[in-house]
């Protein structure tokens, strides 16, 4: 016995001083400081170091380690021979609706890069960029990981498991399921002669979907329905209910808007021209948010700054495929629309701010036509398999729209209005005025 405790020793010994791969991780650049994605700095990196923590061989340190480590570089000389110091550094930035992540794996012994990865992903779906930057740095750094099939284990002697022990029921408890079981099936039986026979609508046996019937003229036949493929709950009903109209709320109509009064600058060296300025800002709307914290049954909640992510599971609620596939299709995005105009109500400016390129170079010969890109979508869904994920920021977007009028038509100026158009309706709404 005490043999093979020295044994067991001398192989714990061996496999704790077996080459360790030291994976620096430290929170992600922010490159544009901007405070609406400054989460996503800290959020990376503890979703990496959450996600590599248990790989055998690979030791996670993070920021302090990494200053230690920096101050006293012989402390590399006092770790396991053939082990390896990589740093993570990792940048990021927002452009519209993508995030732009970029990784770096540097060898701390020489200062080298030994490889670097790019990113682009949808900043609405926030758990499919973690799995493509984690796959990504796990690509990276799976080559200097140790080879598992050389590792050293400890083999323990058979007679150390335990072996789970037989259990019989008594007999009295296997007598009365052999009783409800034969039960049963005499009960199938009979329903199934009196189909063979041509009794069942003597017998008022109902009709089953999805079962095999045979009849008299030697046929095969099911009933089924395609309609069925996902029965609807009736207890979920009510949490069905407050959900769309929530849902609706934020499809149709999520955004406050306030606009300011004109302002007019006049050219010093042309006096028949105006510059004219007009701001707005977007919002969304704060009983939204109240209505989804106070009201719906969410199986999780995110907050990161100003942006909050809502999780709902499909088990709470019978969302329905018209709900499901507007959400998917995109149709439901908007985009706001400007018009300015005169006293005669004809309009003279129009100001479409949308990201889609066919409408910036658009032209127009009746109006004065501004294609802007300076309002973003501030709430994003994502359907999953058996979930639903509804992210919003809660900032303020100010805009500032900006165009040049002969003093005529300033002078004829009386009305504006801004209208938030389906993207999927704005070229019937714009191409009449255009």
């Known amino acids: 016995?005490?043999?093979?405790?020295?044994?067991?020793?001398?192989?714990?010994?061996?496999?704790?001083?077996?080459?360790?791969?030291?994976?620096?991780?430290?929170?992600?650049?922010?490159?544009k400081d901007d405070?609406?994605?400054?989460?996503?700095?800290?959020?990376?990196?503890?979703?990496?170091?959450?996600?590599?923590?248990?790989?055998?061989?690979?030791?996670?340190?993070?920021?302090?380690?990494?200053?230690?480590?920096?101050?006293?570089?012989?402390?590399?000389?006092?770790?396991?021979?053939?082990?390896?110091?990589?740093?993570?550094?990792?940048?990021?930035?927002?452009?519209?609706?993508?995030?732009?992540v970029s990784v770096q794996l540097i060898d701390l012994a020489t200062w080298d890069q030994i490889e670097s990865k790019d990113?682009?992903?949808?900043?609405?779906?926030?758990?499919?960029?973690?799995?493509?930057?984690?796959d990504n740095i796990r690509s990276m750094i799976t080559s200097y990981l140790p080879n598992k099939k050389h590792s050293v284990g400890v083999v323990l002697p058979k007679f150390i498991?335990?072996?789970?022990?037989?259990?019989?029921?008594?007999?009295?408890?296997?007598?009365?399921?052999?009783?409800?079981?034969?039960?049963?099936?005499?009960?199938?039986?009979?329903?199934?002669?009196?189909?063979?026979?041509?009794?069942?609508?003597?017998?008022?046996?109902?009709?089953k979907n999805d079962v095999t019937l045979f009849d008299n003229g030697g046929e095969w036949t099911m009933d089924f329905s395609a309609n069925q493929l996902v029965?609807?709950?009736?207890?979920?009903?009510?949490?069905?209910?407050?959900?769309?109209?929530?849902?609706?709320?934020?499809?149709?109509?999520?955004?406050?808007?306030?606009?300011?009064?004109p302002s007019f600058i006049y050219h010093k060296d042309d006096d028949s021209y105006i510059t004219v300025q007009f701001h707005v800002t977007y919002s969304l709307k704060d009983e939204i948010i109240k209505d989804m914290l106070n009201t719906l049954p969410y199986t999780g909640i995110e907050q990161n700054g100003s942006l909050t992510i809502f999780y709902f599971s499909k088990e709470s609620f019978n969302l329905s495929d018209e709900l499901t596939n507007r959400i998917i299709s995109g149709s439901h995005r908007?985009?706001?629309?400007?018009?300015?105009?005169?006293?005669?109500?004809?309009?003279?400016?129009?100001?479409?701010?949308?990201?889609?390129?066919?409408?910036?170079?658009?032209?127009?010969?009746?109006?004065?036509?501004?294609?802007?890109?300076?309002?973003?979508?501030?709430?994003q869904f994502t359907v999953g398999g058996w979930s639903l994920q509804v992210a919003m920021e809660t900032v303020n977007i100010h805009a500032k729209y900006e165009f040049i009028l002969p003093m005529s038509d300033v002078e004829n100026l009386s009305n504006v209005s801004l209208k938030f158009i389906n993207k999927n309706e704005l070229k019937n709404f714009l191409e009449p005025v255009l």
């Open 231 to 261: 029965e609807e709950d009736p207890d979920l009903k009510p949490n069905t209910e407050l959900l769309k109209d929530v849902l609706n709320k934020l499809i149709d109509n999520p955004y406050d808007v306030e606009m300011k009064k």
């Open 334 to 379: 908007t985009v706001p629309v400007i018009r300015f105009f005169n006293k005669e109500g004809t309009p003279i400016v129009i100001v479409a701010d949308t990201p889609e390129e066919q409408w910036h170079s658009k032209k127009s010969n009746k109006v004065l036509y501004l294609p802007e890109n300076q309002f973003t979508p501030m709430i």
């Open 35 to 100: 405070p609406t994605i400054e989460w996503i700095a800290s959020g990376l990196s503890d979703m990496v170091s959450n996600k590599f923590k248990n790989e055998p061989g690979l030791l996670i340190q993070n920021k302090q380690d990494l200053e230690i480590i920096m101050n006293d570089r012989s402390l590399m000389l006092k770790q396991p021979i053939s082990s390896r110091n990589l740093l993570l550094l990792g940048k990021y930035s927002r452009q519209l609706e993508k995030i732009n």
């Open 161 to 207: 498991d335990p072996k789970p022990a037989m259990t019989r029921d008594p007999v009295t408890v296997k007598s009365e399921m052999v009783t409800k079981n034969l039960s049963r099936e005499f009960k199938k039986l009979e329903e199934s002669m009196d189909v063979l026979l041509g009794l069942k609508e003597n017998q008022n046996l109902t009709s």
């Open 119 to 134: 990113i682009s992903a949808e900043y609405s779906d926030i758990s499919k960029m973690k799995n493509e930057v984690s």
């Open 1 to 31: 016995m005490r043999k093979t405790l020295t044994i067991l020793l001398f192989l714990a010994t061996l496999a704790a001083r077996q080459p360790i791969v030291y994976f620096y991780v430290i929170p992600f650049d922010n490159l």
